[in-house]
Nanobody, 123 residues
Framework: QVQLVESGGGLVQAGGSLRLSCVAS????????MGWFRQAPGKEREFVAA????????VYADAVKGRFTISRDNAKNTAYLQMNSLKPEDTAVYYC????????????????WGQGTQVTVSS
């Protein structure tokens, strides 16, 4: 089992930045592909960004490309999502996810999910 705990959410003005963290515990973090998803009220959970277990392969949703950066520190068992130039439409609960895989996974077929952290962007 892998436990994932997100942090770093909050309220920020449009144009601001936040960095989300996802700390993993339980098994070898470096074996896991990681992803970030978000869910706004009344909407389905959607893909935001993903990276493979080495951290050298990344994929981003078009809506965040150029503004968000996903990364990981395997020594700290932590994945990050740096969010810059935030917009009100980025408001959502953000979830990190993990799956033992060598691939970059952009669908919701992850095995483990965190509890989510709220990000609110005011206009």
């Amino acid at each position: 089992q892998v436990q994932l705990v997100e942090s770093g959410g909050g309220l920020v003005q449009a144009g601001g930045s936040l960095r989300l963290s996802c700390v993993a515990s339980g098994r070898t973090f470096s074996s896991y592909a990681m992803g970030w998803f978000r869910q706004a009220p009344g909407k389905e959970r959607e893909f935001v960004a993903a990276l493979n277990r080495s951290g050298r392969g990344t994929v981003y949703a078009d809506a965040v490309k150029g503004r968000f950066t996903i990364s990981r520190d395997n020594a700290k068992n932590t994945a990050y999502l740096q969010m810059n130039s935030l917009k009100p439409e980025d408001t959502a609960v953000y979830y990190c996810a993990a799956k033992e895989s060598i691939a970059v996974i952009t669908t919701r077929r992850y095995d483990y999910w965190g509890q989510g952290t709220q990000v609110t962007v005011s206009s």
